[in-house]
C-alpha cells in the first residue's frame, strides 16, 4: 500500500467533497427508501426503531433515516465530515452524530446498524476489516445492514485512467489491482500546488461476506447487486439477521 491510512487524509481533505459533489442526496433517499420500505413489508423494523450509521460521511443517509422517523447516530473518522454533518441537520432532534473510528465500537446497542456506499474494506489487514464487521454485529440488536462493492464487476470494470474536471481542478484518476484491493491514486494541482490522495478498498466476494458474518453469528437474509434490488449489478448489498425481533 502506498499511504497508510489514506481515508484520514483524503476524507477530511476539502477537496474530497469537490471531487465526489455528484453524489447528492437523491441517490441517498432512493436506496433508503427502498430499504426501508423492505423492512417494514417483512416485519424486520418497527417505526421510531434505533438506527446507527457508521462511516456516515455527511450525513446524507443518516439525516434522511431521522426524517423517515428513526432515532439515527451517525460516526464518522472525518472531523470535517461530522461537521458538515451536524450543520446540515441542526433542526432535526432525533439525529446526532460524533466522530469515531468504526474499528472501536460505542458502547450501546441499535436495532439496525448499517455500513454504507462502500465504507468497508478500508484497511490492508483483512483482520482489521473483519473487525469492523464484528463491531457492526456487536453494535446490533436486530439488523446489519452493508452496502458495499461488487468485486468481480469491479474487477471486470475496472477504468483504469480517467480526467475529471470539478470547479477549474482536473483530478488525473488511476486505478489498478494491487494485493486483491483497488488501488485509486488521485493527482492534481490547485493554486500552483500538487497533490496526490490514494482510496484503497480489499475487494472480498459475497461469499466471503456471508461466511464471515456467519463466523460472527449473523444469518443473511437478503442480498442485492443494485439498488434497485436486482440480482445483478455493481453493489454488494447484504442484511444480516442478528437477533429476532
Not at 432525533?94 to 441499535?110: E, G, T
Not at 468485486?151 to 474536471?165: C, F, R, S, T
Not at 490514494?198 to 458474518?213: D, G, H, N, R
Request: charged fraction near 20%; hydrophobic fraction near 40%; charge should be neutral.
Amino acid at each position: 500500500m502506498k499511504q497508510q491510512e489514506w481515508f484520514k487524509n483524503w476524507f477530511d481533505s476539502p477537496y474530497y467533497p469537490v471531487l465526489y459533489n455528484h453524489r447528492n442526496t437523491q441517490e441517498a433517499q432512493f436506496f433508503i427508501d427502498k430499504l426501508v420500505e423492505f423492512l417494514f413489508h417483512q416485519n424486520l423494523i418497527k417505526q421510531g426503531c434505533t438506527w446507527l450509521d457508521t462511516a456516515c460521511g455527511a450525513g446524507r443517509h443518516a439525516i434522511y433515516l431521522a426524517q423517515k422517523g428513526f432515532q439515527v447516530t451517525g460516526i464518522d473518522l472525518s472531523p470535517n465530515s461530522i461537521t458538515e454533518a451536524i450543520k446540515n441537520s441542526s433542526d432535526i432532534k432525533n439525529v446526532q452524530f460524533s466522530v469515531q473510528d468504526i474499528r472501536i465500537p460505542l458502547q450501546a446497542k441499535f436495532d439496525v446498524v448499517s455500513n454504507l456506499f462502500t465504507s468497508f474494506g478500508y484497511f490492508e489487514d483483512d483482520q482489521d476489516n473483519f473487525k469492523v464487521l464484528q463491531n457492526l454485529v456487536i453494535q446490533s440488536k436486530h439488523l446489519v445492514v452493508l452496502d458495499y462493492l461488487n468485486a468481480e464487476y469491479v474487477i471486470k470494470n475496472l477504468i483504469k485512467e480517467e480526467q475529471i474536471e470539478k470547479q477549474g481542478i482536473i483530478f488525473h484518476i488511476t486505478r489498478e489491482i494491487v494485493n486483491n484491493a483497488v488501488l485509486k491514486t488521485i493527482a492534481f494541482e490547485d493554486k500552483e500546488v500538487s497533490y496526490t490522495y490514494y482510496e484503497q478498498v480489499k475487494l472480498y466476494t459475497p461469499a466471503q461476506l456471508i461466511a464471515f458474518f456467519k463466523q460472527l453469528g449473523g444469518h443473511i437474509i437478503v442480498q442485492w447487486s443494485s439498488y434497485e434490488m436486482r440480482k445483478e449489478g455493481n453493489r454488494c448489498i447484504l442484511i444480516a439477521k442478528t437477533r429476532s425481533l
